[in-house]
């Protein structure tokens, strides 16, 4: 039986308490959520949004869950009048400084911010501030745009280039109404340290930093189907979600499943995020070829080509030795594949030359 003095009460139920753990994660221990615009399990708290405010008996003012820890006999309340009353205002607030219709917001991807407004619903439709951020206009990278007029000042692009990245290639500057995402000296993405990552538009809550090409194409996120698959870039094994218009039969966009949920914890690198192109690219091959009397390569089935190649292999060996054949895999493959062809090579053929281009 836990001692009563290690406990801590959150809305009527009995919570251990852990050392240095939040108000917020103590209660998604018990299944109740506390919403949050700027909060990331990768990255240290920043309480900007005040929208996980919860009441602390004995505080004068509500605390924000994300960054108050937990202590012995806290008792806390994450609904009820006040609590909530503060969920509608700040959500208002935000509303108000950014594109209020959802439809608008979301021409890239989703907006946790309307999400959040429709759940816990508003204050009220006030009228929309005029944005005093600045764009960077000159910004010529071909992935990633910033819209200044969906930014809410979170600072969760921010501090993910800080804390997961480690580049700081964008930061938070001026003051006020001005706050705006930055760069040293207003440089283009491609001019600073950033390795165009996309982790920024994974996890804007408002389409402020948003996808270049994906914007370009023209289909919201709402519009396209997830299919989950594994990068082929390197053997890590990523997972990756493609983002398929099943109209056109066209990949718009990759983008990460959610963190905590797959090997990469919601991260990608500029090629697993945004170099998929090669996909309908017009010289990407998409039947195999094999090479025909008068030298040409010409349209074949997979069964052609593998009796082609395996009747190759086989000629080499009878008349040069098994060592006179190599087998070369890539790191796109995957361990399975790669262990395969190790095998096939050694135990098929009898040679040892075999090689993996990750290891040069």
């Known amino acids: 039986m836990s001692d009563p003095k290690s406990l801590l009460v959150i809305d009527g139920n009995e919570v251990d308490v852990r050392p240095g753990e939040t108000i917020l994660h103590a209660a998604r221990r018990i299944g109740i959520d506390i919403p949050t615009l700027c909060h990331d399990d990768r990255l240290d708290p920043a309480a900007a949004c005040r929208l996980c405010l919860v009441e602390v008996e004995g505080a004068r003012l509500m605390q924000p869950a ?13 609904a009820g009048g006040r609590v909530e009353r503060n969920r509608r205002f700040i959500l208002s607030l935000h509303l108000a400084d950014t594109i209020q219709e959802r439809a608008v917001c979301e021409d890239n991807g989703p907006s ?75 440089l283009a993405l491609t001019d600073t340290t950033c390795e165009l990552c996309g982790g920024c538009i994974d996890v804007c809550p408002t389409g ?38 099943r109209a056109a039969n066209h990949v718009v966009k990759v983008t990460s499943p ?37 030298g040409s390569l010409q349209p074949a089935s997979w069964e052609e080509a593998l009796a082609r190649t395996v009747e190759g292999l086989a000629r080499v060996k009878s008349e040069h030795g098994a060592d006179a054949l190599a087998f070369i895999s ?31």
């Not at 023209?218 to 082929?232: D, F, H, I, Q």
Request: proline share 5%; with cysteine; hydrophobic share 35%.
């Open 112 to 186: 946790r911010l309307h999400e959040m407004a429709e759940l816990h619903g508003t204050a009220g439709v006030w009228p929309a501030i005029e944005s005093e951020r600045a764009a960077r206009p000159d910004d010529d990278n071909p992935y990633v745009a910033f819209r200044p007029d969906r930014c809410i000042a979170c600072s969760l692009c921010t501090r993910y280039c800080d804390q997961v990245e480690a580049v700081s290639a964008i930061t938070m500057a001026a003051r006020g109404a001005r706050t705006t995402v930055s760069t040293a000296d207003r």
């Open 330 to 360: 890539s790191s796109r493959c995957t361990v399975e594949e790669n262990y395969l062809i190790q095998k096939m090579a050694r135990a098929a053929y009898g040679t040892h030359n075999v090689h993996q281009c990750a290891a040069t």
């Open 208 to 245: 402020a930093m948003s996808e270049r090409p994906a914007l370009v194409y023209g289909k919201p996120e709402a519009e396209l189907e997830k299919v989950r698959s594994t990068c082929n870039f390197c053997g890590v094994g990523c997972q990756v979600d493609l983002n398929v218009d």
């Open 258 to 294: 959610p963190p905590g949920t797959t090997v990469n914890d919601g991260n990608l690198c500029v090629k697993g995020r945004f170099a998929n192109d090669f996909i309908h690219h017009e010289d990407r091959l998409t039947t195999p070829l094999i090479r025909a009397e008068d």
């Open 66 to 78: 994300c960054a108050t820890r937990t202590s012995s006999n806290m008792v806390v309340r994450t």
